[in-house]
């Protein structure tokens, strides 16, 4: 059974910091690109960073030079390091793991910025 647990969200004053992590099992890791996306309240979900399993990442313009994914493979766990928070990043920001025709999503984690 495929598991993606998302922690670290909550509630941050504009211009702080969280840090998300995403624990998965289940499936192979190392094998996987990782990603995380968010969905804001009226809004449709959107990609906020990936990384492949070379570790090449790619990110929205929105969160370019503010937020940084990375993985821990020894661990089974994608990161996403959150910097000079916006009111505008709050949503709750998902987990994902693709390989092939395999995708997976946790169960979210809420991320409200307090202006």
């Known amino acids: 059974q495929v598991q993606l647990v998302e922690s670290g969200g909550g509630l941050v004053q504009a211009g702080g910091s969280l840090r998300l992590s995403c624990a998965a099992s289940?499936?192979?890791?190392?094998?996987?690109?990782m990603g995380w996306y968010r969905r804001a309240p009226g809004k449709q979900r959107e990609l906020v960073a990936v990384?492949?399993?070379?570790?090449?990442?790619n990110y929205a313009d929105s969160v370019k030079g503010r937020f940084t994914i990375s993985r821990d493979n020894a661990k089974n766990t994608v990161y996403l390091q959150m910097n000079s928070l916006k009111p505008e990043d709050t949503a709750v920001y998902y987990c994902?793991?693709?390989?092939?025709?395999?995708?997976?999503w946790g169960q979210g984690t809420q991320v409200t910025v307090s202006s």
């Open positions: 994902n793991a693709g390989r092939g025709l395999s995708n997976y």
């Open positions: 289940g499936i192979i890791f190392s094998m996987n690109a």
């Open positions: 990384i492949t399993k070379g570790g090449s990442t």
